[in-house]
């Protein structure tokens, strides 16, 4: 079976699976979801609700059915399920209709983005998201459950401009443009060589991390392709500005600031590159461009082994994350380089389909050295690998298929 073939079964598969689950799922971080931890007292302290979530999350066999997690929506999920639509609408207009033909797909995007409408939390300046579960990290903070994130409210919003795109809705548009006041007066900043960070989300914890900094200023950059205001062309200057002075000499970027937070990984990198590329584009600022030349170079070298295996760490392979690849198909497209590397992306997703796809329809979390996580994680599995594919699809298919 050639690559193309593969990739469309494969993908026809995911997207049969995703929807016959109506896009519900479990997540890597939901253990507290469970229904079982919530009427113990150790759901009071931070170590206890800590192990229990890493319990979860490393665990290779999945327990949350017995220990009665359910299965629900995330709202990012659903931004990555919606922007997958959004580009196999792209190809049914083009006369694709090998996913659908435009008005099917165009249903499944009002009816994704209706859902992401009631998801908003709308306790802050502007639309914004959060997660179905309460979040501990280390011991450094608690996110409540729907507490607002940058990264969140990045992927769900720039879902809802491409379903305005797509469909000519101006909730979705108007919903999406809000969300930058959330960015501009919910989030802290922290000062940066230059510029500032913004902060994960408005509760204070987690404020110094580089790639929910940038997101931020991809999403007032999409703004400002709208509405033109110069208040988001400042702002977004100078998370760009702190981020790109963080960057090492070699190109890398290390997760974040705190002394906990010094890791070198393969798709926040990605997430870091795409974000600075919208910023370039939205705003025609090319000041970057020399970073975002070396932080790419760096990327690719560190990050593909020659027949295509996705690393996660600079310096090691294992885990393998299925958002290693993925990322890379988004990246790819973003900064525009598809056709210079083609052959990588090719390479990547066949290793990707040969180890890291169940037959079943859904991808696996992480490969590791010893003993593996096949749990089908709807939104850091599945949506996620849903919209790569769906650009891999859109930038390998020409006209007419």
């Known amino acids: 079976m050639n690559k193309a073939v593969e990739v469309e079964k494969v993908f026809k598969s995911l997207k049969q699976y995703c929807e016959s689950q109506e896009f519900k799922g479990w997540d890597p971080y939901d253990g507290l979801n469970s229904k079982i931890f ?25 327990f949350r059915r017995l220990l009665l997690v359910p299965k629900e929506h995330n709202a990012k999920g659903i931004g990555l399920f919606l922007s997958g639509y959004c580009n196999l609408y792209k190809l049914a207009s083009k006369g694709d209709d090998r996913f659908g033909k435009p008005d099917e797909i165009k249903m499944k995007i009002n009816e994704l983005s209706e859902l992401l409408l009631t998801m908003v939390n709308k306790d802050y300046s502007g639309a914004c998201w959060g997660y179905n579960f309460d979040w501990q990290a280390r011991r450094l903070f608690l996110f409540p459950k729907n507490t607002p994130t940058v990264v969140a409210t990045t992927f769900c919003a ?4 491409e379903a305005y795109e797509a469909t000519g809705n101006e909730q979705y548009l108007n919903t999406a443009l809000s969300s930058a006041n959330f960015v501009l007066n919910d989030l802290n900043r922290t000062p940066g060589k230059k510029g500032f960070i913004l902060s994960y989300s408005p509760l204070k914890g987690n404020d110094t991390v580089y790639n929910a900094s940038l997101l931020g200023a991809k999403l007032l950059s999409i703004c400002y392709s709208y509405r033109k205001n110069e208040a988001y062309r400042k702002v977004s200057k100078e998370i760009v500005e702190a981020a790109c002075a963080g960057q090492a000499e070699d190109g890398s970027w290390v997760y974040g600031l705190l002394p906990v937070q010094s890791w070198i990984d393969s798709f926040h990198t990605g997430y870091n590159l795409d974000a600075i590329a919208h910023y370039s584009k939205n705003f025609q600022d090319h000041d970057y461009d020399a970073y975002l030349e070396k932080g790419m ?22 885990p393998i994350d299925i958002h290693c690849p993925g990322q890379l198909f988004v990246t790819l497209n973003a900064l525009q380089s598809w056709t210079k590397h083609e052959e ?25 050295e010893g003993v593996s996580s096949k749990i089908p994680y709807m939104r850091w599995s599945n949506a996620f690998m849903f919209n790569a594919l769906s650009i891999y699809l859109l930038n390998n298919t020409k006209d007419g298929k």
Do not use: C, M
Not at 344 to 368: C, S
């Open 344 to 368: 990588l992306a090719d390479r990547v997703v066949k290793w990707t389909l040969e180890h890291l796809f169940n037959k079943k329809g859904f991808f696996y979390y992480q490969l590791k």
């Open 38 to 62: 919530k009427a113990l007292p150790f759901k009071y302290w931070d170590l206890a609700r800590l192990a229990w979530i890493q319990g979860f999350k490393r665990s290779p066999i999945n």
């Open 158 to 161: 720039s879902a809802l401009f």
């Open 297 to 318: 170079d760096y990327y690719l070298t560190n990050f593909f082994l020659e027949d295509g295996t996705p690393k996660y760490y600079h310096n090691k392979t294992y």
